[in-house]
């Protein structure tokens, strides 16, 4: 337990820093920002989703802190694809942010790699939406 303890007062001291993926999540946040924002602007999205986003990366976030919160405890934990799932719906920004921040399922490399292919489904069925169906769908109106 004192081992456990002087790990955490170290990785305290150290502060916030931004780890792993940082040179590849922070524009791809940036780029699914703009390809929402253009979503909306050009009709292809409803508004609706400008708040939908912010909120399910928020809802993402507290999922994380609440697994940590269980594991510290030792109690029951939110199961890993319960997490994915909420990454897959849109909440990866938040998801990454809580890895960040909370320092947790940042080192495990199979949650990663999976983590990492639910941005990229999202992004994928994001695009294939803005390009492909969503002027199919509007132009049925």
């Given at each position: 337990m004192r081992q456990r303890d002087s790990i955490v007062r170290r990785e305290a001291?150290?502060?916030?820093?931004?780890t792993r993926g940082a040179a590849l999540a922070l524009p791809l946040m940036l780029a699914y920002a703009a390809a929402i924002g253009w979503g909306v602007w050009a009709?292809?999205?409803?508004?609706?989703?400008?708040?939908?986003?912010?909120l399910i990366s928020l809802l993402t976030f507290f999922a994380y802190w609440q697994d940590k919160y269980a594991a510290q405890q030792r109690r029951w934990r939110i199961p890993e694809k319960t997490l994915h799932l909420w990454s897959l719906a849109g909440g990866w920004p938040g998801a990454w942010l809580a890895q960040q921040v909370l320092r947790h399922?940042?080192?495990k490399t199979s949650f990663q790699n999976t983590y990492w292919t639910t941005v990229v489904l999202h992004g994928a069925a994001l695009a294939g939406w803005l390009v492909w169906l969503a002027p199919r769908v509007y132009a049925i109106k």
């Amino acid at each position: 337990m004192r081992q456990r303890d002087s790990i955490v007062r170290r990785e305290a001291a150290r502060g916030f820093r931004v780890t792993r993926g940082a040179a590849l999540a922070l524009p791809l946040m940036l780029a699914y920002a703009a390809a929402i924002g253009w979503g909306v602007w050009a009709g292809r999205l409803p508004q609706w989703v400008l708040a939908a986003g912010p909120l399910i990366s928020l809802l993402t976030f507290f999922a994380y802190w609440q697994d940590k919160y269980a594991a510290q405890q030792r109690r029951w934990r939110i199961p890993e694809k319960t997490l994915h799932l909420w990454s897959l719906a849109g909440g990866w920004p938040g998801a990454w942010l809580a890895q960040q921040v909370l320092r947790h399922k940042s080192r495990k490399t199979s949650f990663q790699n999976t983590y990492w292919t639910t941005v990229v489904l999202h992004g994928a069925a994001l695009a294939g939406w803005l390009v492909w169906l969503a002027p199919r769908v509007y132009a049925i109106k």
